[in-house]
């Protein structure tokens, strides 16, 4: 026997109409219906859905492209900065230097152009300069402009359904989910529903139908009498209520003010450092030549000219580029090249946190003395499960005349198993400029198996003695990222920074458990 159910006045006039159409569209029933809006019709869908007593038929989902701010600006310039480029070596330009004095983009804009175009293929470098590896007009740019930027300029959108596979992959690489005001195009998901009535929801119906129900006693109620013959409308427990939303912390926030009580707890001193810094710190006080591949345009983000970082003194500047050139007091031999004091002075986004530990070394740190610090650092990536253009590192260093590598080891062993809550782990040799013996950490995601946690070593004199210190120092500087991941069950590194609010509100995270390795839902 069905059971007797009382309907909500929306959730009636939602049957009504099903029961006349038949299986109808979202659109459809918003156009058709007696509902008074859009979101009364979704509260009674979500009620009947729970209820069971209307079903979806069927579920699409189309995608739709349309132009971002960056887009709408090359709309507006009339070429993208890669037909630009192709367009400049043709007529000659043979460096990036001479197509960065076009005004037309910035130098960043030309930049991002001048990697995406190599990544392509579509240009290469040698030692005479930039040349062309296709004509302008036969790249995959020229037809992006031919079949997205020329449809859209007079606005509107366009199904992605319609253009080739290549065109779709660039406009996904080109459409972040976070940074929109910087997006060249914007990628919008269109679902449509198909609800039908069910023969519950009939029998429901017909029953409302049958009986003067009343939801509300108001004066007229009172004052003529209908509430005497009339039945009262029941609570519906089972009817999903409205979500109160207040406000927390992001996820990821407690993540990482977890790990910073951590090592506050642990006796760390915590070292800070602004986000713009200067080629010196960030690379050439680490012994990074200024010939090294992470020099190059494709991992570092450089900063306008107008943008300055306070100098290092002119003596530690000397004494870094001695070591760089021949070694100086350190007992090696160096790089053997012309290290630039020029160069060491472009201002860049921080790459690694280990610029902290460089500024550190140099101001007089204690001996023994241990430091810490959370960085936010930036390198140019392509955005995967494990990999974003923007990340935070932990960065730390510990200096002392009996520290050696089995101390570093202990420390790495411990952050794998109270940060990242990581069961399997291992070390594995590893090469970094500034550190000899070098390390990597590497933790077994479950689903993603193993992934780089970060590295480590012992600094080089040439780090060092440069800035002041004869102890011997350990390092490391791990992905708090990638370490989240584990530890709060996520397998998307994007999720950790996802501006989808019904995502970020479905992880429920208690902060004196996060580091644990139980995963969100478990914690």
Known sequence: MTEERDLHPLEEKLLIYLEKNGGSSDTEIIEGSDLPDEGSYRRAAEWLLSRELVIEVSRDEEEFVELGPLGIGNLEAGVTPELAMLREVAGGAASLQDIQK???????????????????????????????????EETVFQRVWDTVYEPLSGGGELKMTRLPEDI???????????????????????????????????????????????????????????????????YQLDIPPSQIHTGRLHPYRQFLDTVRKRFMALGFTEMRGSLAENEFWNNDALFMPQFHPARDIHDVYFLSDGVKVPPPGKEQMERVAGVHENGGNTGGRGWNYSFSRDQSLQTILRSQGTALSARTLASNPEIPGKYFGIARCFRYDQVDSTHLPDFFQVEGIVLGEQINLRHLLGLLKLFAEEIAGASDYKFL?????????????????????????????????EVCRPLGIDVPVIAWGLGLDRMAMLAMGIQDIRDLITPDLSKLRGIMVQPDRLLTGKGIDDA
């Open 102 to 136: 076009n005004t037309v983009f910035d130098r960043g804009r030309w930049g991002s152009a001048f990697g995406s175009l190599m990544k392509a293929g579509q240009i290469k470098k040698d030692t005479s300069g930039i040349h062309l590896t296709c004509l302008p």
């Open 429 to 461: 040799p590893g090469y970094f400029p500034f550190t000899e013996p070098s390390v990597e950490m590497h933790i077994k995601h479950p689903v993603l198996g193993w992934v780089e946690g970060g590295g480590a070593g012992l600094f080089r004199p």
């Open 168 to 234: 779709i992959s660039l406009i996904n690489d080109r459409s972040p989910k976070r940074g929109k005001s910087r997006a060249e195009f914007s990628v919008n998901v269109v679902v449509t529903r198909m609800l039908d009535i069910t023969e519950e929801g009939r029998i429901a119906l017909k029953t409302a139908k049958e009986n003067i129900t009343i939801g509300a006693i108001t004066p007229q109620v009172l004052a003529d009498g209908s509430w005497r013959s009339a039945k009262f409308r029941r």
